[in-house]
């Protein structure tokens, strides 16, 4: 059975992946009330562990005590869940599939070879599809990666439900959900997870590759 998170652990770590974020956006992530969501983050800003900002960009973020004391439980959390060497195994497969999908991301917005690339500007249908077929590739290659997370940790259920619904839209013609950012694009659900393996086990970006 996958361990379950606290739920004022989901809303920390979903701070720590989006960065700055609403109340909405925090429930949406972590699959929490809005009510519920609200109350944890009334007591995480009087443990002054996150602030809000309001102005022409409004949400929340962490405070660098906010990001210490999540460091902290997130590993707390991977010792509990006795699941650190899954997470591990799962983080160096999809490490495996990353650069071929950052490939795909690459020939979705450009053509041509090194030095000499233009803007793809998708009036090329059968170029766009054959893109769009490496990214199903690449699917169906990360989909068992998901499927081993959401059963060693419960907080990755989502990911696998959320790329799929990011590449049926891309395959249904709206191709705005293949890398756009902002929304629940393929690439920005790419990119969370990839950050949420990098979280979980404490490794910085600078030093990937040497784990």
């Known amino acids: 059975m996958a361990f379950p998170s606290e739920p004022s652990f989901l809303v920390l770590h979903a701070l720590r992946l989006k960065g700055f974020a ?3 956006v925090l429930a949406a992530t972590t699959g929490l009330d809005g009510d519920v969501v609200a109350g944890h983050l009334k007591t995480l800003a009087e443990d002054e562990l996150v602030v809000r900002r309001d102005g022409r960009v409004s949400g929340w973020s962490l405070t660098p ?3 210490a004391s999540h460091a902290e439980r997130v590993a707390a959390e991977l010792d509990a869940s006795g699941a650190r060497d899954a997470v591990h195994g799962c983080y160096s497969r999809f490490l ?3 650069h071929d999908m ?12 090194e030095g000499s690339q233009t803007i793809n500007d998708h009036s090329d249908a059968a170029y766009d599809a054959e ?33 799929r619904d990011a590449l049926e839209k891309v395959v249904a013609g709206e191709h705005e959900w293949f890398t756009k950012p902002i929304i629940d ?15 979980t086990l404490g ?5 990937e590759g040497a784990h």
């Open 22 to 24: 609403e109340d909405e």
């Open 65 to 67: 005590a906010g990001r």
């Open 96 to 98: 495996e599939i990353n």
């Open 102 to 113: 950052l490939a795909v991301c690459t020939a979705w917005q450009l053509r041509g070879s």
């Open 131 to 163: 893109v769009i077929q490496r990214l199903v590739g690449i699917h169906d290659r990360v989909r068992p990666v998901t499927v081993d997370l959401r059963e060693a940790l419960a907080r990755f259920a989502g990911y696998g439900g959320r790329l």
């Open 185 to 199: 694009s393929y690439h920005t659900v790419w990119f969370e997870l990839h950050e949420d393996l990098l979280s």
């Open 203 to 207: 490794i910085e970006r600078a030093s």
